[in-house]
């Protein structure tokens, strides 16, 4: 056993998070997704523990320490954003053979780094698999998608920034499937958040000791959440609809993702007086879809294009919590593209009510223009 191996293993032990790798049988899918129904209670099933399962081998690493590399796009990719790939994508394409998968990572891409190859072993090393499997199951989710009736789409460590300062992050899933009559959207949608209470709230302290929480949601059944030590223990996940006065802005960190100011200007003329809550990932949306905001902005800078793994979950997430979600001119978010949003998303809006939506659109537009 290599020395990192033995370290992550002594903290991941550290993490209380339970071992998730048994095989998912059809009884154990039921049981744990009792309120989703029959339709995608077995998928449900297998999302909520890859999630969690990946959750543990990151919050592992984040105690750890791990070194960034910086992509072409200036974003940054740690071992964790390869290890968690591999975990997820083993596991559900284990259960469903026949489904594709958009997720963000390459491992091949990572030999280009110097020190790539090295990254690769101890990613490998990380989550138990070899160097040439960990290749496989991560360069699944960068293949073609012909012939799939179905997609997972993942983004393996998202909040990439945060993670590395011991800070917020997730892992955002979600299952892009037929809607009859409307064609393919997201039908489920899975949020890791090992940093934040099992609550589903923001930690009193400091977030590397939070408990954990996993949040997840199917089409026309509700958002749920469940303590990552605990992924059978389901309470309701709900928005609070409460009006803006009373509410809360929830947005990114990063500039490049989130103009402060104009989300600031909109916060404003809603008539939110609380500060803004800001923090890297999808867990913003796990806050507003359990009633800890009421407001999230995304305003990236002019040309910035959106990926789908970084709002397909979140989608389901805060629709299923009772919130709404669109881009800034009030339209559905189509997440059956491919690997990017459409080029006229210029960028996100989501609140706790659709009949606040209007409101914090008109707004926006507003502090944009200012």
């Known amino acids: 056993m290599t020395t990192s191996r033995m370290l992550l293993l002594i903290a991941a032990r550290s993490t209380a998070l339970p071992s998730t790798r048994q095989p998912i049988t059809r009884a154990r ?39 960034g590399f910086s992509k072409s796009d200036a974003s940054p990719v740690t071992i964790a954003d390869l290890a968690v790939q591999a975990v997820v994508i ?11 998968f958009i997720a963000e990572e390459s491992a091949t891409a990572m030999l280009a780094f110097e020190g790539g190859r090295a990254a690769l072993e101890d ?58 009559g409307e ?48 992924v059978d223990r389901w309470t309701r996940a709900r928005s609070s609809g409460n009006a803006f006065a009373a509410g809360r802005l929830v947005e990114g960190v ?44 995304r305003l990236p800078t002019a040309g910035y294009v959106e990926k789908v793994w970084d709002f397909a979950a979140a989608k389901v997430v805060i629709t299923e919590a009772g919130g709404a979600i669109s881009d800034l001119d009030g339209d559905d978010i189509d997440v059956d593209l491919g690997e990017c949003l459409s080029p006229k998303v210029a960028g996100i809006v989501a609140t706790s009510s659709p009949a606040l939506q209007p409101a914090a659109l008109a707004a926006v537009a507003r502090a944009r223009a200012a």
């Open 123 to 180: 990613a490998a090393d990380a989550c138990g698999l070899s160097v040439a499997s960990l290749t496989e199951h991560v360069d699944r989710g960068r293949a073609p998608r012909a012939g799939a009736a179905r997609t997972w789409v993942l983004d393996p460590v998202d909040g990439t920034k945060g993670f590395l300062r011991g800070a917020q992050f997730c892992c955002a899933l979600a299952l892009v499937d037929g809607v009859p």
């Open 29 to 67: 899918a039921l049981a744990s997704a009792a309120w989703v129904g029959d339709a995608y209670a077995a998928e449900l099933a297998a999302a909520v523990g890859a999630v969690a399962e990946a959750c543990g081998v990151a919050k592992a690493l984040q105690r750890r320490g791990v070194d």
């Open 183 to 230: 064609g393919r959207d997201a039908t489920l949608g899975v949020l890791g958040c090992p940093n934040l209470a099992a609550t589903c709230e923001l930690p009193a302290g400091d977030p590397m000791d939070a408990a954990g929480v996993v949040v997840a949601a199917a089409r026309g059944r509700g958002a749920h959440f469940a303590p990552l030590a605990d």
């Open 254 to 297: 990063a500039l490049s993702h989130s103009d402060h100011d104009a989300s600031a200007r909109a916060a404003a003329d809603l008539g939110i007086s609380r500060p803004p809550l800001r923090l890297d990932s999808q867990a913003k949306a796990a806050l507003l879809a359990n009633g800890q905001a009421e407001l999230f902005t």
């Open 90 to 100: 083993r596991r559900l394409h284990d259960a469903f053979p026949g489904d594709a």
